[in-house]
T-cell receptor, first 115, second 112 residues
Framework: NAGVMQNPRHLVRRRGQEARLRCSPM?????VYWYRQLPEEGLKFMVYLQKENIIDESGMPKERFSAEFPKEGPSILRIQQVVRGDSAAYFC?????????????FGSGTQLSVL | DQQVKQNSPSLSVQEGRISILNCDYT??????FLWYKKYPAEGPTFLISISSIKDKNEDGRFTVFLNKSAKHLSLHIVPSQPGDSAVYFC???????????FGKGTKLSVKP
């Protein structure tokens, strides 16, 4: 049973380009969460999605960032016109329906580097 | 402004001894606390949790203590093993499912 799969593991972008980060939840999980970890910081909640719905986006920056979890396929975190401050590790987690937070399973993350 | 603080960035302990990792929080309304463990190049994994109705929760070598009046919790690992070497994050629930506030982490090194 594969865990939460994130790709790519490393992503390099130049300022102004777009970054797309993908997350496939664990089999049977219908809830996805995105977190960001800046250097020397803890993980910061960004967004919580269920299939085709955004449930909580209170941690998402107001501009340039968007997330989706379509009916088919992985969840996508999209960052438009990246800036150096977007360089961070982006972690995705998934959980079964109606799970408590002990049932959050994290992927290995995508390290985004903006040149 | 940090709502969850782990003031020790690192901790070094001898194998077989006790490791004590500390965490402070600012909001007395927080009522559920978790510890996660993270190895390099991996995502965090859940370790142990505690509800505010308890002051202690134990799972094998891991025990979490909660002092609500001091808004402080600690994770005890005894005996410590080299495989425990990792970064430990304290986290609290905030609002919706999956919305956790993490501390900055403490890097534990257990020396053989």
């Amino acid at each position: 049973n594969a865990g939460v799969m994130q790709n790519p593991r490393h992503l390099v972008r130049r300022r102004g380009q777009e970054a797309r980060l993908r997350c496939s939840p664990m089999k049977g999980h219908s809830h996805v969460y995105w977190y960001r970890q800046l250097p020397e910081e803890g993980l910061k909640f960004m967004v919580y999605l269920q299939k085709e719905n955004i449930i909580d986006e209170s941690g998402m920056p107001k501009e340039r960032f968007s997330a989706e979890f379509p009916k088919e396929g992985p969840s996508i975190l999209r960052i438009q016109q990246v800036v150096r401050g977007d360089s961070a590790a982006y972690f995705c987690a998934s959980s079964p329906q109606q799970a408590n937070n002990e049932k959050l399973f994290f992927g290995s993350g995508t390290q985004l580097s903006v040149l | 402004d940090q709502q969850v603080k782990q003031n020790s960035p690192s901790l070094s302990v001898q194998e077989g001894r006790i490791s004590i990792l500390n965490c402070d929080y600012t909001n007395s309304m927080f009522d559920y606390f978790l510890w996660y463990k993270k190895y390099p190049a991996e995502g965090p994994t859940f370790l142990i949790s505690i509800s505010s109705i308890k002051d202690k929760n134990e799972d094998g070598r891991f025990t979490v203590f909660l002092n609500k009046s001091a808004k402080h919790l600690s994770l005890h690992i005894v005996p410590s093993q080299p495989g425990d070497s990792a970064v430990y994050f304290c986290a609290v629930e905030r609002g919706s499912q999956g919305n956790l506030i993490f501390g900055k982490g403490t890097k534990l090194s257990v020396k053989p």
